[in-house]
């Protein structure tokens, strides 16, 4: 026979096999109808106790909306959503490969609400170790390893959108929050030799390139920047150069963004 509880607080019964099982309203679906979901343990005790955890979660879950998103289908609509129109082309490109080619062929066809912390390390972990296997599969490489860029880059993806799905309340906690990637090893800076600048800038002259190379040489700016310079940038009068544009590749083809 059911124990009555106070309205919200579910029900507990015994069952035939000699179980205890809490019944409760987990809310309401599209519809309206009633969503019903229980609990089971081996004491009145243990139901009541899960009981109660159970009706604290599914306050704090959206139920007309969990279940209806795999992990690619909910981070491609977070994307969309939060992060592509504030971003530049050449970082588009960059949360493209992630996803497609890393992210969404490891973790895609999950369901949102059953993905682990244990089932994103080892990804993350695999995609490290092998992750150039799966993208170049029809080139034999000597490197198999994902750089370090790239595997941060999946996982702090993957950790902004979830944090939105915890925000919209489709999952209760961000299963990638204490998910490691590798540390990026910072590679010592190539400087040209001093004995060979004469020499290069000699070249790029003879090759009708002097002026570029020299200002790369000299400003530290990125090639991309350099490739973006028009006349109207540079102020004869105030010996000043002015960098508002960069050129990258994205697509196979030149694009001009901000730099």
Not at 67 to 90: D, M
Not at 122 to 151: C, D, F, Q, W
Not at 158 to 178: G, M, T, Y
Request: hydrophobic share 35%.
């Amino acid at each position: 026979m059911s124990k009555k509880r106070a309205n919200g607080e579910g029900s507990i019964r015994k069952r035939k096999d000699g179980r205890w099982e809490g019944r409760y309203t987990a809310g309401y679906d599209k519809d309206g109808k009633v969503i019903t979901k229980n609990v089971l343990g081996k004491t009145q005790a243990e139901v009541k106790e899960k009981l109660k955890t159970a009706i604290e979660e599914s306050q704090k879950l959206d139920p007309t909306r969990t279940g209806q998103y795999t992990v690619q289908t909910w981070v491609a609509l977070w994307y969309e959503v939060f992060i592509k129109p504030q971003i530049r082309p050449n970082t588009k490109q960059f949360y493209r490969n992630c996803m497609e080619n890393h992210l969404f062929p490891a973790l895609g066809n999950c369901p949102l609400e059953k993905l682990s912390t244990i089932q994103i390390q080892r990804a993350i972990n695999e995609m490290s170790e092998h992750g150039r296997n799966h993208y170049y599969s029809h080139i034999p490489l000597k490197e198999t390893t994902l750089s370090p860029r790239i595997v941060q880059g999946i996982l702090g993806i993957l950790r902004k959108s979830l944090d939105q799905a915890v925000a919209e309340k489709l999952i209760l906690s961000n299963p990638a929050a204490n998910c490691k990637a590798p540390k990026t090893v910072r590679k010592e800076m190539k400087v040209l030799p001093e004995e060979l600048i004469g020499p290069y800038l000699h070249e790029a002259k003879q090759r009708g390139v002097f002026a570029p190379l020299y200002l790369e040489l000299t400003s530290g700016l990125r090639r991309g920047e350099l490739l973006a310079l028009l006349w109207k940038d540079l102020n004869v009068k105030d010996r000043t150069l002015s960098v508002t544009k960069s050129v990258c590749r994205i697509d196979h083809q030149l694009v001009v963004s901000q730099p």
